[in-house]
């Protein structure tokens, strides 16, 4: 596997694992959750994830 590949893996697995935490909050459409999720499901923060999982299985 590539490591286009392999982020694009990371990244699926990550945005899954934000939204189960996300979607189950109350109040689901005030301003709070809309930032949270916006904040937290937002591109470009997968790098972190993708150099700590693998090193964290061993």
Known sequence: MDFANLLSAYH???NA?????LD???FQSSPLVNAM???ALLGGKRLRPFWSTPPARC
């Open 12 to 14: 699926q697995r990550v």
């Open 24 to 26: 189950p909050l109350p």
């Open 17 to 21: 694992a934000l939204t189960r935490f």
């Open 37 to 39: 999720q916006y904040g």
